[in-house]
């Protein structure tokens, strides 16, 4: 059975940093591209970046290319997200995602949790 664990998420404040951690169990890591999105209260879900299954190549919203970073490490089986220069309006569950192919959409295959990230102004 496929798991995704979202950790690290918190509360911090506006200009703080965060990394995010995603640690999968259950497939084959380096066959799975995997994404970050958030979703919050009243919004709908938003894809954030996006990471090949090697690494070698990725993909940003606009609203976090620069300030966002997304990496992997497929010899333990994890992707993180880096956030810089946090504001309230990320505050949002951020969510791992996983599928054979990289998109800059909801359509991934297996879903983490979730982990709240709050940032206070």
């Known amino acids: 059975q496929v798991h995704l664990l979202e950790s690290g998420g918190g509360l911090v404040q506006t200009g703080d940093s965060l990394r995010l951690t995603c640690a999968a169990s259950g497939l084959t890591f380096s066959s799975f591209a995997v994404a970050w999105f958030r979703q919050a209260p009243g919004k709908e879900r938003e894809f954030l970046a996006t990471?090949?299954?090697?690494?070698?190549?990725?993909y940003y919203a606009d609203s976090v290319r620069g300030r966002f970073t997304i990496s992997r490490d497929n010899g333990i089986g994890s992707a993180y997200l880096q956030m810089n220069s946090l504001k309230p309006e990320d505050t949002a569950v951020y969510y791992c995602?996983?599928?054979?192919?990289?998109?800059?959409?909801?359509?991934?295959?297996?879903w983490g949790q979730g982990t709240q990230v709050t940032v206070s102004s």
């Open positions: 995602a996983a599928d054979p192919r990289a998109r800059a959409s909801t359509e991934y295959e297996f």
């Open positions: 990471i090949s299954t090697v690494g070698t190549a990725t």
